[in-house]
């Protein structure tokens, strides 16, 4: 055989195999072995499906997947709204010349760590914090109101997050969307409404759905906002793993738990890959 052509059939392995080393490395296999653990008996007895079972059998734990649920549900909604006028204002409405200056002060938050912007709000919607100060100072309430601590305060700390992730996947995905749909549409007698609802909306929508799963996914196995926020006051799923090797040894039950989890978000990805077509945005 040709020693070139079989030069060019390695190359791409070459290039390939790091990558595929990694992943066997850092997810396959961590992934087997906590399959593998939740497999086992917490005393080490044998193979066991009791650790599945628990989760259906304890109303306490289908709680808390009902209550991630939720607050990744609102947490993904409220984001999109927020995010896409903010999107069209950063891709119609600036300056070509000043949107990369735009869009850096915009994703500034991320320059902070992320337990700190957690912190920070906590600060923010404490008992002293700076609303119910503004709140007690202008009259509407004689006692300051409970805010930190509080499903409002996880669901405000995800957004102010997760906001600027959809504006940059909506923003990116604007300025790919051609002018000359909108002049087509207006041609043919469309106005700015009819445009955006038949045109840009549909248009941009893999970029949407490109945004709220990525939200969904890091907002439902997120553990620090809820245990900073929340304040243990509403028990979420990464809680009730981290609850399970923290207080109990339970790795066996925290390992079934953390596949239930798995198995939800990739339902989500087959319906938003099915309906939408994601993977091609």
Known sequence: MNPATNSGRALPWALVTPALGWTLLFFVLPFLAM?????????????????????????????????????????????????????????????????????????????????????????????????????????????????????????????????????LTIFANLKQLSPSYRKAAADLGAGPVRTFLHVVLPLTLPGIMVGAFLTFVLCIGDYITPQILGGNNELLMPQLVMMQIGRRGDFPLASALSIILMAVVTVAYLACARRLKIERA
């Open 35 to 167: 399959g593998f653990s939740s497999l086992t008996a917490h005393d080490g007895s044998g193979f066991t499906l009791s650790n599945y079972s628990q989760f259906f059998a304890n109303p306490a734990y289908w709680q808390a997947m009902v209550n991630s649920l939720q607050v990744t549900a609102i947490v993904t909604l409220v984001s999109v709204l927020l995010a896409y006028p903010f999107a069209w204002i950063l891709a119609e409405q600036v300056p070509e010349r000043w949107q990369r200056l735009a869009l850096m002060l915009a994703v500034l938050p991320f320059w902070t760590s992320y337990v700190v912007r957690s912190y920070s709000w906590l600060l923010v919607l404490a008992q002293n914090g700076v609303i119910n100060r503004a709140l007690t100072g202008s009259g509407l309430f004689t006692e300051p109101v409970q805010l930190a601590n509080t499903r409002l305060a996880t669901i405000t700390g995800f957004v102010h997050f997760f906001v600027m992730l959809l504006t």
